[in-house]
């Protein structure tokens, strides 16, 4: 690893000023939230940028809150402050493990939800959690703003739909209903995970109404297969008779790859056997 080549950290007030500094400075410059990717690839001088623009001045950015019946995490909120937010806690407590679970406490205190949504590192654990509770991001270029499902979000590895000019400013992710019942499981050996596994689950008594499983870190971004939700639906029983058949079509839609983590073959049965432990939560 080499030193750090010379930057300018530049400290915005605003979402609209950060926007603006980044379209001033181009190619030459970057957001900055904790830095634990950016900084390690500019390090490693995989990335050079004269300017970063810290998104941890921009006043209540790190908001979280229940606003219009959706729980608003702001861009810059750190995975420390998610896992312990009460609120979070009380009101999508799977939430509350998934981040607890990611990295370790260094990586947590300073990584941030944007900076992991943004960075779209394949092995992402937020990422995949989200998409199968139907989040969607803000995003703010100057002074317009959008919302994109957080299925659009993520393009490719280490790609984004999002202009270099725009600002994750908050992750919107509607409040569960009473017969919602979610789970978020992780198969970890080394650094990242090789594997993460949500499922979300409507239950009515015995019925399974709904269903949204969504596999990732076995390919470049989240998968989700309406195959595999269609046959999660239906009674309990019935359902546990189908998880091998839905994960099938869940590791089919995954364009799986043998890499470092393992040989596509094994990331298809981890994906049957975290699928079925999944099924096993939601369904106690
Ligand atoms: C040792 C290690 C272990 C890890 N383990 C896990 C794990 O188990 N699970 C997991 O999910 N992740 C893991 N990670 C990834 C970690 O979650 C991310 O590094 C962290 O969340 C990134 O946030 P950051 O604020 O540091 O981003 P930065 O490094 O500051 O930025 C990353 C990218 O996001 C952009 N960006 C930042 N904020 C915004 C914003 N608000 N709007 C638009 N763009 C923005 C930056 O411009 C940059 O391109 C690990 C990382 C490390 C180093």
């Given at each position: 690893?080499?030193?750090?080549?010379?930057?300018?950290?530049?400290?915005?007030?605003?979402?609209?000023?950060?926007?603006?500094?980044?379209?001033?400075?181009?190619?030459?410059?970057?957001?900055?939230?904790?830095?634990?990717?950016?900084?390690?690839?500019?390090?490693?001088?995989?990335?050079?940028?004269?300017?970063?623009?810290?998104?941890?001045?921009?006043?209540?950015?790190?908001?979280?809150?229940i606003k219009d019946g959706a729980l608003m995490i702001g861009g810059a909120a750190t995975h420390r402050a998610i896992e312990r937010s009460a609120l979070v806690h009380r009101n999508l407590p799977v939430l509350t493990s998934m981040a607890a679970n990611v990295a370790n406490i260094r990586v947590r205190a300073s990584?941030?939800?944007?900076?992991?949504?943004?960075?779209?590192?394949?092995?992402?654990?937020?990422?995949?959690?989200?998409?199968?509770?139907?989040?969607?991001?803000?995003?703010?270029?100057?002074?317009?703003?959008?919302?994109?499902?957080?299925?659009?979000?993520?393009?490719g590895a280490y790609e984004t739909s999002l202009a270099d000019d725009e600002v994750l400013t908050q992750v919107e992710i509607p409040l569960p209903t009473s017969s919602q019942r979610a789970a978020y499981l992780k198969f970890q050996l080394k650094e990242r995970p090789t594997l993460g596994l949500a499922l979300v689950v409507e239950i009515d008594g015995e019925e399974?109404?709904?269903?949204?499983?969504?596999?990732?870190?076995?390919?470049?971004?989240?998968?989700?297969?309406?195959?595999?939700?269609?046959?999660?639906?239906?009674?309990?029983?019935?359902?546990?008779?189908?998880?091998s058949a839905a994960a099938e079509e869940l590791a089919n839609a995954a364009d799986l790859i043998d890499d470092v983590e393992g040989s596509a073959e094994y990331k298809r049965h981890l994906i049957a056997v975290f699928l079925r432990r999944a099924f096993t939560e939601v369904s106690r």
């Amino acid at each position: 690893m080499m030193p750090l080549r010379k930057f300018a950290i530049h400290q915005p007030k605003t979402v609209a000023e950060a926007s603006q500094m980044l379209a001033d400075f181009g190619a030459e410059g970057r957001l900055y939230g904790g830095g634990t990717e950016l900084l390690l690839a500019m390090k490693h001088d995989l990335l050079r940028y004269k300017h970063l623009v810290d998104v941890k001045t921009i006043a209540d950015l790190d908001r979280i809150e229940i606003k219009d019946g959706a729980l608003m995490i702001g861009g810059a909120a750190t995975h420390r402050a998610i896992e312990r937010s009460a609120l979070v806690h009380r009101n999508l407590p799977v939430l509350t493990s998934m981040a607890a679970n990611v990295a370790n406490i260094r990586v947590r205190a300073s990584g941030t939800l944007g900076g992991n949504l943004c960075f779209a590192e394949p092995h992402s654990d937020p990422a995949t959690l989200l998409t199968a509770l139907g989040a969607k991001v803000h995003v703010q270029r100057k002074t317009a703003t959008r919302a994109v499902s957080i299925s659009k979000v993520i393009t490719g590895a280490y790609e984004t739909s999002l202009a270099d000019d725009e600002v994750l400013t908050q992750v919107e992710i509607p409040l569960p209903t009473s017969s919602q019942r979610a789970a978020y499981l992780k198969f970890q050996l080394k650094e990242r995970p090789t594997l993460g596994l949500a499922l979300v689950v409507e239950i009515d008594g015995e019925e399974i109404n709904k269903a949204s499983a969504v596999v990732g870190c076995v390919s470049v971004a989240p998968t989700q297969s309406e195959k595999a939700n269609a046959l999660l639906i239906g009674a309990k029983a019935q359902v546990a008779g189908q998880l091998s058949a839905a994960a099938e079509e869940l590791a089919n839609a995954a364009d799986l790859i043998d890499d470092v983590e393992g040989s596509a073959e094994y990331k298809r049965h981890l994906i049957a056997v975290f699928l079925r432990r999944a099924f096993t939560e939601v369904s106690r």
